[in-house]
């Protein structure tokens, strides 16, 4: 099994909705990241976690609260989201101690913050 | 600091015509190369990649080939198909100086027409 399964496809929220995001993999891989794409531009990195321990949190709003409840397992947790938060949501896997660090990655969630 | 340069779309080929998308770089230590393509829709794909020097990542025709001496990996198709229209990106990841991160091009939007 070489996928990263994400759910749901689209979300729209208002901007005082809770909502979350999952990603699933069942490929071993130790480190797993969040991204955020805006249109026609490449995804930003949010967060890595490593062995399902934050490692990398690239400043992102504490609107933005992610999870990692095991090891192939990743949850983003939003919360009084903006509009401008609107964007398509990447979580992507690789296997850790990889030096080629190999990323896979989900469908996405497309989201819109009304 | 890393950083990737590709060059700027969009490029529109009509079907059976030779591919060529440009991507150079810079890195401080040892990067491992990358490129992603994004179908409309969808998430990112690993395409093909390359882990050293002189090293050619292949894959559904597509070719690219680590150039250390011009610090280039410039992808390549003999004859692309409507398929293929998509956004590619060039990505390096450097371990030693940026761990866990993936350095992104702009991304070239390909519109194949028949």
């Known amino acids: 099994d070489t996928e990263v399964t994400q759910t749901p496809k689209h979300l729209v929220m208002g901007m005082t909705n809770k909502k979350s995001l999952k990603c699933e993999q069942h490929?071993?891989?130790?480190?797993m990241y969040w991204y955020k794409q805006k249109a026609k531009k490449p995804p930003e990195l949010m967060f890595v976690?490593?062995?399902?321990?934050?490692?990398i949190n690239e400043s992102v709003p504490s609107r933005f609260s992610p999870e990692c409840p095991n090891s192939s397992l990743l949850n983003l947790h939003l919360h009084a989201l903006q509009p401008e938060d609107s964007a398509l949501y990447l979580c992507?896997?690789?296997?850790?101690?990889?030096?080629?660090?190999?990323?896979?990655f989900g469908p996405g969630t497309r989201l819109t913050v009304l | 600091g890393n950083s990737v340069t590709q060059m700027e779309g969009p490029v529109t080929l009509s079907e059976e015509a030779f591919l060529t998308i440009n991507c150079t770089y810079t890195?401080?230590?040892?990067?491992?190369l990358f490129w992603y393509v994004q179908y409309p829709g969808e998430g990112l794909q690993l395409l093909l990649k390359a882990t050293k020097a002189d090293d050619k990542g292949s894959n559904k025709g597509f070719e690219a080939t680590y150039r250390k001496e011009t610090t280039s990996f410039h992808l390549e198709k003999g004859s692309v198909q409507v398929s293929d229209s998509a956004v590619y990106f060039c990505?390096?990841?450097?371990?030693?100086?940026?761990?866990?991160?993936?350095?992104f091009g702009e991304g070239t939007q390909l519109t194949v027409n028949p």
């Open positions: 890195a401080t230590g040892y990067p491992s």
């Open positions: 992507a896997s690789s296997q850790e101690g990889n030096s080629y660090n190999e990323q896979f």
């Open positions: 490929m071993g891989h130790r480190a």
């Open positions: 990505a390096l990841s450097d371990r030693k100086t940026s761990g866990s991160r993936l350095t």
């Open positions: 976690y490593s062995y399902e321990k934050l490692s």
